[in-house]
């Protein structure tokens, strides 16, 4: 199959074929999705929470996120691989945030990074572009920023629409390819996604985006506990695996398994 580029995610957004993305932390996953059709994987930073086991993903690194998305990158044929990068990696400035895309680019081969941040990432982007790595933006709520913003919460309500307006614009000047849209009323999504021609991918920002994004781990029923209200669970992988466990163990207990079948002679 051909190799989705940005110039796909513009072209959906003018024809208004909407756009979808999964986030990947392994090769398995991403090769199914992949061969899903899936347009964008992202290797997250959520991995804090879904690989590593950390309460949020302020710990991750960039040496934890650079294995996974090289293993992300190798299982495609056609999704464009996005590598998220972690809280730490960008903030200090321009020089900062372009040796840390590098490192994404060149250690792990992916085709395009993300960063959080709208008004305040503008330098970060803009710098990181102009070295032709395509960079998606990330406004709304920002996880990395969630000590500061009060925890998880709804962004761009009421009078916060108009800076949530102004950071997607500036996401789109300093060049970024999409923007995604995190926890953001879906009235005022519609409003950013008409004011951009860059697509805007929504994560709990309702119908009228130009895109859709899930953690994978919530969208197919890995993740124990709650998921926000914004997600669909399609699947219940969780379920399925612990049958499967119970029986396994069950089955050895009881001298089912192995049969005569599984022995070689
Ligand atoms: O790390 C992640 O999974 C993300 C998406 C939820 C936007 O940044
Ligand atoms: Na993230």
Do not use: C
């Amino acid at each position: 199959p051909k190799r989705v580029r940005t110039r796909h995610f513009h072209n959906a957004k003018v024809q208004g074929i909407p756009i979808t993305g999964l986030t990947s932390y392994d090769m398995l996953t991403a090769q199914i999705f992949d061969q899903a059709g899936i347009d964008f994987l992202l290797v997250g930073d959520s991995a804090g929470n879904n690989v590593f086991g950390y309460e949020t993903t302020l710990p991750v690194t960039v040496d934890e996120l650079i294995p996974l998305t090289r293993a992300v990158a190798r299982a495609v044929t056609r999704a464009l691989v996005v590598a998220d990068m972690p809280f730490g990696s960008y903030e200090s400035g321009p020089d900062q945030a372009l040796s840390t895309a590098v490192r994404f680019m060149k250690e792990a081969q992916a085709h395009a990074v993300k960063l959080e941040g709208g008004v305040r990432s503008h330098k970060q982007i803009k710098r990181i572009v102009s070295a032709g790595i395509p960079v998606m933006g990330h406004i709304g709520f920002t996880p990395q920023s969630e000590h500061g913003l009060g925890g998880h919460m709804i962004q761009g309500r009421g009078e916060a629409a108009e800076q949530l307006l102004a950071d997607a614009l500036a996401v789109q000047e300093a060049g970024a390819f999409a923007v995604v849209l995190e926890m953001v009323p879906a009235t005022v999504a519609a409003e950013v996604t008409k004011a951009l021609s860059i697509p805007t991918i929504g994560v709990g920002a309702g119908p009228s985006v130009d895109g859709q994004l899930l953690v994978w781990t919530d969208f197919a029923g890995m993740t124990e506990g709650r998921v926000p209200r914004f997600v669909r669970q399609y699947a219940d992988l969780r379920g399925v695996l612990t049958d499967a466990v119970q029986q396994f163990r069950a089955d050895v207990n009881s001298g089912s398994y192995p049969a005569p079948e599984h022995s070689y002679e």
